[in-house]
Every structure is written in C-alpha cells, then in structure tokens.
C-alpha cells in the first residue's frame, strides 16, 4: 500500500472487460473514500467523483479565465452542496485528487509570464533568435516570428566551456555571471533561464551558475536548461528553458497556493497534476519544471482511452474531444499513444515528453460568420465562457455551433451541463438570422446547416492529419467522440473518415477529468548517447540505462510508490545522416540489437512508408519511462435491458442533407442499459452531452455503458 488507497498492475488486467462507467445519482450515498479528478477548460471545469462502490458523480461549473483556482473551488462547493456534505468532509474523504489546467498555456499565448534574463555561452546569445530559420510554412517567409521572451540585452554571454565529449575545454568565468546578476538585478528580471553550450552532457557550469546566482541576486527562480531537458540542440534546450522560466513563478505560485488551500480545507494529502505526457505527477515534483504541464488538461485523455479499452483485439481509438472553444486529437495504435519530444506553443520550440496532440478551433462555442467575399466561415475565434453563444444569455451577439444546434432541434431548450448553463433558442435564432442567415441569403434552418457541415468538415481535416497522414488506417479504429460537443458529431465524421465504429462515452462532457483519475503517475528521463547500433559497447549502454533507471526509481519513491512502480527502457534510432530519429520501446532489459533494429524498422515504415535494409543505424538517445501504476479497479455494471425502452419525447430536427427534417425520438440516457441497441435516428440525452445517431447507424449500450454506434448498419 502507498499513499494513494491502493496500487496494482492495472496493465495486467487491461486485456479483461473495461471497468463499466456506472453513472448514479448525486443523492446516492457515497462509499469512502473517493477519488476526484477536475479539468479546468475554456468553458467549463469539470469534475469527476468516483467512490469505492465504482459510483461516478460529475459536476461542471463555468470557468474563471481570470483565476482558475476559483473555477477549481466553485466546482468542488457545488459537488458538495449537491451531495448533502460539507465541503472539508468531501476534501477528507477523498485519497486521490488530480487535476488537468491550461493555466501553463494560457500564461503563454497572453504573454502573461515574468520578465526574464538568460546567460549562454559566450557565442551563442543570439540562438533563441535565430531560431534555426525554422518556420511552420517553409514557403511562408514573410510571416513574422513570435516575439522573442528574452530581448537581446538581457541574454548575457559569460565564458567557459564545455567540450563535445563532456570534458571542460576552460572553466567557468564567475565573474561574467556576477556582473550579469547585477544587470538582471537593475532591469528587474523576475526569473532567469541558463543554457550553456554542451551542458546536456555534464551541467557542471550550469550548476555552478546557479550557486553564485544564489548568493549574488535577489530571487529564487532560476531554470537549468540541462536540468529540465537534457537533449542536443542550444537552440531547443535554451527556449524549452526560456519558456520554463516566464512560466515558472505563475504556474509554481498557482499550484502551491492551490495545494495548500485544499490541505487547508481538509485535503489530506497533495493534489497531483496531469503533465503533457499523459501521466500524473505531485506538485512538489513538477514545480520547478511546470513547462512539462502546457498540455495538462488535453493530455489526460490518454488516461481516458485506457479506460475505454475492449476485451479481445486492440485498443485502437481515434479520439476526439470537442470541448467549447476547441478540438483535441489524439490517436491510440495498439494501447500505445505516441510521445514525442518536439512540441511548438504558440510559434516557441519546446523540447518536452508530450503526447501527439493535434489541435483546432471548432468547438460548441466556434463562433460562425460570413466573410468580406460572402462565404460561410466557422471557427477558429470562439465565445469562451464569457460571454459564450448567443444562447447563453450572458451578452453573447456572435452565432455559434451551439446555437445552430438549438436552432436545427439537435438541442433542447433549458439548462445544460447539469444547469451550469440555460440555452434560449430566440436567442439563438435571432443570432444565426441576423449575422447568418440575412447576408446569405438562406433561410435560418438552411444557415444553421450549413454552420453544422462546415463544422463537422473541419473536424474530419483535423483527425486525417494524426491518422491517415500518420499512416494509420481508419477502417481499423473506433472513433471516440468525447467532449460535451463530440457525440453530437462523431458518427458523421467517422462516416466521413471511413471507420466502422463511432464510440459515444456516457461521461463524454468529463472525458478528461475522466482521464486524470485513469492515469497513472509517469516520468520521462534522458541521456544523449551517440553510437553505432551494431558497435555498441554493452556495458556503456547498460550503464547510461541504469544510471536513469536510479532517477526513474527515486522520483517514484519520492511519490509514494516505492517498489510499486516500473520502468521501460526506450531508445532513438535514425538511418546514418538521418536528421530525425524514431523512438522504439525495448522489450527487455538485456539490450538485443537485432530487436532494436526490428522495432526501427516497423515504425519507420509505418511512418515514412520505406526503409534502408541492413542500413547503418545510429543511436541518439536512452530513455526510461517510469510509472506508477495507479488502479482503476472494476465494478459491479448495470443490469442488462429488459424490455425496449421508450423515448421522452419525440422533437422536430434536422437529421441531414439526405433526410432533411423529421420527428425524431429522444431518449433519456439513464433508461439505455446494456444490450439495448436502436436504429437511428434518434438522440441521446445525457446529464453532460447530448448524443445523435444518424438513420443509417444503429447504437448499442456496451459492457462498459457506453454508447457503441456501428455506421451504416441496420437492425
């Protein structure tokens, strides 16, 4: 037993039936102690209670884009409120709470961070902005880079420096860095970033930079580019360190008042947070390093496709969650999600673990509009949750995918997401009349239509470029429509893309605050190796892998987990002059050359469709992945369907181009239980999300009680 109620190879077990999602009422006694998990999104934070009985609860408040901890306790005191409990005996109750925030990227992208100084060998203070001429458009050379963090002045050379082999080549000038304490000390500069030149393979001057800037300059936030991210490449270490530096003394500030206000409110232990990785971390551990948290909330969906998994084949899942303001990509080949190195916010290169997430503006809250040339346009500007769709009541004027929704009959009119909200469909028909409709020249449904195609194109452009354009095949993937937005599209951009299943989850708009309690807590380590894969000394390569495994271990104790925890050894491989290498897993811990280079190869031709047999492959990289396996035990499911269940109402809409209107059946999703199937059309009303199935498509309840749509299928 660690800190967290209880630890077991969840791994193991993942090839059984997945653990039945078992939705109840929030007047149902609890059964201590629970866990929590909250995501704090563009529109709303949700929150996910789920007890020792296997009972989940959800809750969604409106977000505070202002202060995000706000939205963080107005969700926890609502949850209370409706659970009868006070608040300090809900926090008490509770052995694990993990928490998924874009405070980190939003810090970024409204240039909200500290004023920051760097110090770089001397000859290298203009790398961060000569940026390697990189660009995301190489044809697009008038297009402005992003504003530099660190203006020229305050990116300070000293001297000393380190060889290619790791030897010191001149020592550490001390006083270059005084006098650039001085300077910082004059200007102002809340955080320092420090990269010096070949630091990953010995921080012994950076190190040494940190001691005297500790005794000659006023504050504590100070970031080691070989510290957060040892990798090759000044250019990407120093801005993954620059930018770990602007965020650092908001984020850290963040999560430590935050920790310590829920300890205070009766939390008996340390909340953990979701990194870009997928995997959960404590604050302590991740505090000096919050750049690793930029994809906090979007990643947790990683844990929430682990808990989708199936008994018999492979969990193969193109997931999209459709939040409000936006749509987060991520595919899962084999139970495996891929973790790249390279990460680009808002134009800055960041070298960090993150998941493949691929990202666009089309959301319920998208707003719609019609151009200078009198083209339709949806997206990317979204309504937030301030003021949000016209709808909404609260100042909104804009047309949104909420609003064409409520006008086309998809939703209903009243409160949404449990009552966070109450859509108005005048409100909603005046919107789409007068900025759509009337410039047009279309009636208001045909306008609303149209923003509903238009929506759902760009979603299938966004879920081709991480599947087909990566090689994968989408006739061999389910498509997870998660998000409070994502069933209401999931069965037709599946259609579209030409998968054969759409998955619907019962807690689609929690699905990442889903995903923070299944995920389990991981750390990434690395160490530049450059050899010959077939010359590769043995004892060198087992000792860089041992060495991380020490720090992999450390930090899993240092969390609580001590030998509950594991570790995998990874390795980069590229063909010889190569510029990008492929990450492969090594199956066991007695490093097989012949087994690297088959697990090379396999990927390298799924990713670029070829390969150099009996090439020349170079390793860059040792990695150890270490991870704390949390457990998401199972419970007792829902008794299967009896008789046929009966819709609550039946309600005029717009199905699609095809069938146009018609009176279509709703259903209440607490009377759908295991084993019913229907054949579309129809909707499906949950407590968070409101699910549509086209005529051609039959949905049934799965063993886990969710929402299984085949396409084009009849009963």
């Known amino acids: 037993m660690n800190k967290f109620d209880k630890i077991s190879n969840r791994r193991a077990s993942m090839t059984g039936n997945p653990s039945p999602l078992v939705m109840t009422s929030n007047l149902t006694p609890l059964v201590a102690p629970w866990r929590i998990g909250i995501d704090v999104g563009g529109t709303f934070t949700d929150m996910v209670l789920r007890d020792s009985a296997g009972f989940v609860r959800i809750f969604k408040a409106p977000s505070i884009t202002a202060d995000p901890s706000e939205g963080v306790l107005n969700v926890l005191q ?23 925030s874009t405070v980190a990227t939003n810090i970024i992208l409204e240039k909200k961070g500290a004023r920051v100084g760097m110090l770089t060998t001397q000859g290298f203070r203009d790398s961060l902005e000569i940026r390697r001429g990189m660009r995301q458009n190489q044809w697009d050379t008038r297009a402005p880079f992003p504003e530099v963090l660190v203006p020229r002045y305050l990116r300070q050379p000293v001297r000393g420096r380190i060889a290619a082999d790791g030897a010191e080549l001149s020592p550490l000038v001390i006083e270059d860095v005084v006098m650039a304490s001085a300077l910082f000390d004059e200007e102002g500069i809340e955080s320092i970033a420090v990269c010096l030149f070949n630091s990953f393979l010995d921080g012994k001057h950076e190190r040494e930079t940190q001691e005297v800037l500790a ?3 006023h504050s504590d936030w100070i970031s080691l580019s070989s510290e957060i991210m040892p990798t090759m490449g000044e250019y990407e270490r120093g801005s993954t360190a620059v930018v770990n530096a602007y965020i650092a003394p908001k984020v850290a500030t963040y999560l430590r008042a935050l920790d310590e206000r829920l300890r205070e409110l009766g939390l008996p232990r340390s909340l953990l947070m979701l990194q870009s990785n997928g995997g959960a971390v404590s604050v302590a551990e991740v505090a000096n390093r919050p750049v690793m948290l930029v994809l906090s909330g979007p990643a947790a969906a990683v844990g929430a496709l682990n808990g989708c998994m ?6 193969n899942f193109i997931s999209m969650e459709i939040g409000g303001t936006s749509c987060d990509v991520m595919v899962m080949a084999n139970g495996e999600v891929p973790v790249s190195d390279r990460l680009v916010i808002d134009g800055y290169h960041l070298t960090v673990p993150s998941v493949e997430i691929h990202t666009v503006g089309a959301g319920g809250g998208t707003i719609a509009g019609v151009d200078s040339a009198g083209l339709l346009n949806v997206g990317p500007r979204g309504a937030g949750a301030q003021p949000g769709p016209a709808a909404y009541g609260l100042g909104g004027q804009d047309p949104t995918v909420t ?34 409709a009337r ?26 470029r991480l599947s087909i354009e990566r090689g994968h095949n989408p006739a061999h993937f389910t498509l997870v429509a998660a998000g409070g937005a994502g069933p209401m599209h999931g069965a037709a951009v599946a259609r579209a893309l030409g998968c054969k299943q759409a998955l619907l989850p019962r807690a689609a708009g929690a699905f990442c605050a889903m995903g923070t309690l299944q995920s389990d807590v991981r750390q990434d380590y690395l160490q530049v190796f450059a050899a010959d894969l077939d010359k590769v000394d043995y004892l060198a390569i087992d000792g860089g892998f041992a060495l991380l495994e020490a720090k992999a271990r450390a930090a899993l104790i240092r969390q609580g987990f001590g030998n509950s925890g594991s570790t995998q050894r990874e390795i980069d491989l590229r063909y010889e002059d190569q510029q990008w290498s492929v990450r492969v897993a090594l199956t066991a811990n007695c490093f097989d050359v012949s087994a690297a280079r088959q697990a090379f190869e396999a990927e390298h031709q799924r990713l670029f469709g070829h390969i150099q047999p009996h090439g020349r492959l170079e390793i860059t990289t040792l990695r150890v992945v270490a991870r704390g396996i949390v457990e998401w035990s199972r419970s007792a499911g829902r008794a299967a369907q009896q008789d046929r269940p009966i819709p609550k109402q039946r309600r005029r809409m717009w199905i699609d181009a095809t069938c146009g209107w018609g009176d279509v059946p709703v259903y209440d999703g607490v009377d759908l239980r295991p084993g019913c199937k229907l054949q579309g059309p129809l909707l499906i009303e949950e407590r968070t999300t409101t699910g549509f199935v086209a005529s051609k498509d039959i949905v049934e309840v799965n063993a886990a009680d969710d929402f299984l749509v085949t396409i084009g299928a009849v009963i």
């Open 215 to 217: 005794r000659n300059w």
């Open 78 to 100: 609502l949850a209370a409120k409706e659970l009868a409990l006070p608040l300090a005996a809900l926090l008490r109750g509770c052995s694990l709470f993990v928490h998924g």
């Open 310 to 315: 199936a008994s018999g084949g492979p969990a």
């Open 439 to 464: 410039p047009l020249g279309l009636s208001v449904e045909g306008a609303a239509a149209g923003v509903v195609r238009l929506l759902e194109q760009n979603l299938l452009h966004a879920v081709e």
């Open 403 to 436: 609003d064409a929704l409520l006008v086309l009959g998809r939703l209903r009119e009243g409160p949404l997401a449990g009552g966070a909200v109450t859509l108005d469909r005048d409100l909603a028909w005046r919107a789409v009349e007068t900025k759509l």
